[in-house]
């Protein structure tokens, strides 16, 4: 079974950083694209960023490219998302995927989520 442990999650003021932490099994990690999507209240689950575990190579939502930064620790098994200039729209529950395809993404496991909120 994979385990995605997610936490970094809290109450922010806009304008701070978060940054937002997902353990990994060394199996899981070495074998899957890692992700981070979001969910903002009343609204659909979106892509934010990835991690290709074998050529390190990251891809972005267009919404993200700016001030969200993903990369990952081998050491730790571990993938993060830096979140730079919050703003209140960024406020939402933030979840760690795995997929085994970093073009299609298509999520075969996902951590519990762990909740942002931005206040203005």
């Known amino acids: 079974q994979v385990q995605l442990v997610e936490s970094g999650g809290g109450l922010v003021q806009a304008g701070g950083s978060l940054r937002l932490s997902c353990a990994a099994s060394?199996?899981?990690?070495?074998?899957?694209?890692m992700a981070w999507f979001r969910q903002a209240p009343g609204k659909e689950r979106e892509f934010v960023a990835a991690?290709?575990?074998?050529?390190?190579?990251?891809r972005y939502a267009d919404s993200a490219k700016d001030r969200f930064t993903i990369s990952g620790d081998n050491t730790k098994n571990t993938v993060y998302l830096q979140v730079n200039s919050l703003k209140p729209e960024d406020t939402g529950i933030y979840y760690c995927?795995?997929?085994?395809?970093?073009?299609?993404?298509?999520?075969?496991?996902w951590g519990q989520g762990t909740q942002v909120t931005v206040s203005s």
């Open positions: 060394r199996r899981t990690f070495s074998s899957y694209t």
């Open positions: 995927a795995a997929s085994s395809s970093f073009r299609t993404m298509r999520v075969q496991f």
């Open positions: 991690i290709s575990s074998t050529s390190g190579s990251t």
